[in-house]
């Protein structure tokens, strides 16, 4: 890479979608739903943080359920990443204890019958997602979310151009 990548570099925040999307309250149950972010064709972006957001009814202080679902999720959530077209899991989660344990910062705030939660994780090293290869970050949801309030996953990272 050239110095020029170094010197253009600018902070971002992009979201993943299923093609239209942001909210993964969907039923992933039958078929997964997949939820992207790909870089440009003309861009790179280096991944510094996974954000989630999620709003719901119900308590979600119970660790081994799925936010306010009276259940863990059976297939879970699962984050991934592709570079040079080799895909490897950065995690999987089932459960609220899974949302503490794998996440650098878990925040929870409830009034009433209403939660929110915003859980991140902060990589040791960068995730180097290459648009010119096609590498991609995805939130797959394999299990009904459906009845979960708004849900979203942010990166947050440095983007240039290749």
Do not use: H, W
Not at 53 to 66: C, D, K, L, Y
Not at 114 to 121: F, K, Y
């Amino acid at each position: 890479m050239s110095n020029l990548y170094y010197a253009t570099k600018q902070k971002a925040i992009v979201p993943l979608v299923d093609g239209v999307n942001e909210s993964f309250n969907v039923d992933g149950s039958g078929t997964p739903v997949n939820f992207d972010y790909t870089p440009g064709a003309t861009e790179i972006f280096e991944v510094t943080r996974v954000v989630l957001i999620m709003f719901t009814s119900g308590n979600i202080a119970r660790p081994e359920r799925f936010m306010s679902l009276n259940t863990p999720l059976t297939n879970g959530i699962e984050f991934s990443y592709s570079q040079d077209a080799a895909t490897d899991t950065l995690l999987d989660v089932k459960t609220n204890f899974d949302l503490i344990r794998f996440l650098d910062a878990t925040y929870a705030l409830s009034i009433g019958n209403d939660d929110a939660c915003r859980a991140s994780i902060e990589l040791n090293q960068e995730i180097i997602l290459d648009g010119t290869k096609g590498d991609f970050f995805r939130l797959k949801v394999q299990d009904d979310l459906s009845t979960l309030g708004l849900c979203g996953c942010t990166l947050q990272g440095r983007k240039s151009e290749a």
